[in-house]
């Protein structure tokens, strides 16, 4: 399995407050991600990284953030939380020979 | 907005049947994937199938590829308890970004 951490795991917070979830991998992918997971919705991809400090957003950008100083780590920033932030949080990492990501188990996050 | 909508969105079996799902997307594709998700877990890579294939084959999974109907079909035979969890259609465009549907729900009746 690919090394995948992704801290904190559940989290509760208060509309307003900044919010930063970690995705560490041990793989030395390049590729990293973070996806939303949402019922109905399936997976939606809110920003990616293709390098050290090279990122994109993807879909559901609008109020996250993110920075990727080491390969190793992928940090997930939502600068004012939101209810409609409440989700669970998937990193995952791609190795660009396969094709395929890799996931961490996830991190649930809810706003109230 | 997503990329393949898989249908139907849940499915109930007996142990032992096989199980079928389907996966349609809208714009051409390098390959697609299926993913696993057991509850309250992350996903798992289960197959990858390029564009140019039509057919291919992973233990009790088979998948299947028609780009000209822009569909994929995922087979589970001899289904098991253990393969109750969510499935998932992911397509790649060649631009690293993999775009999920909402997935396929599988219940496996013991």
């Known amino acids: 399995d690919a090394g995948i951490t992704q801290s904190p795991r559940h989290k509760v917070t208060e509309t307003g407050t900044p919010v930063t979830l970690r995705c560490h991998q041990t793989e030395n992918h390049r590729y990293m991600y973070w996806y939303r997971q949402d019922p109905g919705h399936g997976l939606r991809l809110i920003h990616y990284s293709y390098g050290v400090k090279d990122t994109d957003k993807g879909e559901v950008s609008d109020g996250y953030s993110v920075s990727r100083s080491k390969t190793e780590d992928f940090l997930l920033t939502l600068e004012s939380a939101t209810s409609s932030q409440t989700s669970v949080y998937f990193c995952a990492t791609q190795g660009a020979d396969t094709g395929e990501l890799f996931f961490g188990e996830g991190s649930r996050l809810t706003v109230l | 907005s997503q990329q393949g909508e898989e249908d139907p969105q849940a499915l109930s079996i007996q142990e032992g049947e096989n199980a079928t799902m389907n996966c349609s997307y809208k714009t051409s594709i390098n390959n697609l994937q299926w993913y696993r998700q057991n509850s309250g877990r992350g996903l798992v890579h289960l197959i990858l199938i390029r564009s140019n294939e039509r057919e291919k084959h992973s233990g009790r999974l088979r998948v299947t590829l028609d780009t000209s109907k822009k569909s994929s079909s995922l087979l589970i035979t001899a289904s098991r308890a253990a393969d109750t969890a969510s499935y998932f259609c992911?397509?790649?465009?060649?631009?690293?970004?993999?775009?999920f549907g909402a997935g396929t729900t599988v219940t496996v009746r013991a």
């Open positions: 992911a397509t790649d465009r060649n631009d690293y970004k993999l775009s």
